[in-house]
Structure formats: structure tokens, C-alpha cells
């Protein structure tokens, strides 16, 4: 089975401009979460879906940050607009609700933004 | 509030010699812990974690970890460190709420692997 893809693998932006940055679960996984990764604060989460219902919206993160499930193999996160604060690593993780594995988090490799 | 606290950002040991990396947790009841590692330039990845039951919990690579209730602690250990365990390895506890299950990690603590 593939894992947690995640593209683009870097992304440089501008400041104020949107980026989208994109997940694709393991698949039949029921759950979703988007994390930030920073060195100063570690792993924030950003948002949580389960069967594509939003959970979590990251408090806050809401403002600037807006994350979506297309469909049950697909999401993205939005960040619009950015600035120099949003660098950091942004991963993609999802888990089972059921099962032997259940809670286990599959992750992505990650996306690294650097905003100018 | 749950949270998990790893005091040292950094721990450095021998190639061969034993290893223990701390993790303390705040948490309301009985805890679900769990051991994450990330290799560089990669996402996390599962090393072990901890059901309620038997306090020491076996990983892969010959890691294990013991749950302590009075401690409120889960430590890491591995008798004879590789170089390649060099990673970033995260403690973590599962929050069960009303609005679905998260886990909450610590900063994390990176293992330097000297030869």
C-alpha cells in the first residue's frame, strides 16, 4: 500500500501570495490531521478530519489557514495570504479509527515552506 | 490539561552504549503513550506505544519503552545504540474528546550518534 503522499516537497513564496499544499492519505484511512513543524514549538496541529468531517480547525490558525477534504483521498491546505512566520514544515498524517492499528499516524514525508 | 514534556532537546551517545530518552506526561486518568522517531528529511514514524497493561512495551529496532504511573513518565531505552538510530524522536499522548481523538506531542529530542 502507498503511504502518505504529500506534494510539493518545498515551497517558496512570497510574502502575501496563497499557496496550496496537498495530501493524498493512506488509502481506506479514516482519519486526517495536518501538523505544523517548527524547532521552536514542535508539532502544532492544524486541523483534524474524520471521514471527511472537520474536527479540528486549529483555533488559531483559522484565520489564515484553511484546510480541505475533496473527497476521502484528497485534502489541501490553504494559506493565504502568508508571511515569513508560516516557514516551517507542514506534515499530513492519517490513521484507522478501527482496528488493529487504529490511532497509529501514518505521516508524509512533509512539505517545507519558506516564506520571503 | 494532557500535554508530554521531554526535557532534553539534545542527547548525544556512543555507538554501542545504552540509551535512555525522558518523557514526562500530564494526563487526567490512564494515559495512551506512544513513541514516534523521524529520520531526516522524513515524517514520523511509529516506534512503539503503550495500552494499558504490561508497564514495558517492546518496539521495533530493539527499542522499548516502560510506563510508570507514579514517575508520570515513558521513557525510551535501547541497550547498544546504532548510528543510524541518529533521528529526532517525539513522545506522545492520545487526547480522547468529544470532538475526536489527537495526539498531543513533546518538542521532541534529537539522538547524535558519536562513532
Known amino acids: 500500500d502507498a503511504g502518505v503522499t504529500q506534494t510539493p516537497r518545498h515551497e517558496v513564496a512570497e510574502k502575501g501570495q496563497t499557496i496550496i499544499l496537498k495530501c493524498e492519505p493512506v488509502?481506506?484511512?479514516?482519519?486526517l490531521f495536518w501538523y505544523r513543524q517548527t524547532k521552536i514549538q514542535g508539532l502544532e496541529l492544524l486541523s483534524y478530519?474524520?471521514?471527511?468531517?472537520?474536527?479540528?480547525d486549529g483555533g488559531a490558525f483559522k484565520d489564515r489557514f484553511k484546510a480541505e477534504m475533496l473527497n476521502s483521498s484528497f485534502s489541501t491546505l490553504k494559506i493565504q495570504p502568508t508571511e515569513p512566520k508560516d516557514s516551517a514544515v507542514y506534515l499530513c498524517a492519517s490513521s484507522l479509527r478501527w482496528g488493529g492499528s487504529a490511532e497509529t499516524l501514518y505521516f508524509g514525508s512533509g512539505t517545507r515552506l519558506t516564506v520571503l | 490539561a494532557q500535554s508530554v514534556t521531554q526535557p532534553d532537546a539534545r542527547v548525544t551517545v556512543s555507538e554501542g552504549a545504552s540509551l535512555q530518552l525522558r518523557c514526562k506526561y500530564s494526563?487526567?486518568?490512564?494515559?495512551?503513550l506512544f513513541w514516534y522517531v523521524q529520520y531526516p528529511r522524513q515524517g514520523l514514524q511509529l516506534l512503539l506505544k503503550?495500552?494499558?497493561?504490561?508497564?514495558v512495551v517492546q518496539g521495533v529496532n530493539g527499542f522499548e519503552a516502560e510506563f510508570s504511573k507514579s514517575n508520570s513518565s515513558f521513557h525510551l531505552r535501547k541497550a547498544s545504540v546504532h548510528w543510524s538510530d541518529w533521528a529526532v524522536y517525539f513522545c506522545a499522548v492520545m487526547n480522547y474528546g468529544s470532538s475526536g481523538n489527537k495526539l498531543i506531542f513533546g518538542i521532541g529530542t534529537l539522538l547524535s550518534v558519536k562513532p
Open positions: 488509502s481506506g484511512h479514516n482519519d
Open positions: 494526563y487526567f486518568g490512564t494515559p495512551y
Open positions: 478530519f474524520r471521514s471527511k468531517s472537520l474536527m479540528e
Open positions: 503503550y495500552y494499558p497493561g504490561d508497564p
